[in-house]
C-alpha cells in the first residue's frame, strides 16, 4: 500500500488479486467495501485521520493503517 500518507488515491500492492477491500475509521465504522478485484480506492471524499485498511485475497487477511492528509 503506498503512498502513506495519503491525499486522494490509496494503491495496493499485491502478489494476488484482491478480492475485497474494507475501509473503517478509527472507531470501528465501515466506510468503504469494495468486493471487486481492485489496486486503487479513491478517498477523495474522506476527512484528515488515521484509517485501518483491510486487504482480502483468497483466504488471506491484512489490516495496514492509513494516514489521509
Known amino acids: 500500500m503506498f503512498p502513506n500518507p495519503i491525499k ?3 494503491n ?3 502478489k494476488f488479486p484482491v478480492d475485497r477491500v474494507e475501509l473503517y475509521d478509527v472507531y ?3 466506510l468503504l467495501n469494495i468486493k471487486e ?3 486503487t ?3 477523495d ?3 484528515s485521520g488515521i484509517y485501518l485498511l483491510g486487504i482480502y ?3 488471506k487477511k491484512i ?3 492509513v494516514v489521509i492528509n
Do not use: P
Open 8 to 10: 486522494s488515491v490509496i
Open 12 to 14: 495496493i500492492s499485491s
Open 28 to 30: 470501528g465504522k465501515l
Open 37 to 39: 478485484n481492485t489496486n
Open 41 to 43: 480506492i479513491n478517498v
Open 45 to 47: 471524499n474522506l476527512n
Open 57 to 59: 485475497s483468497d483466504s
Open 63 to 65: 489490516i495496514k493503517k
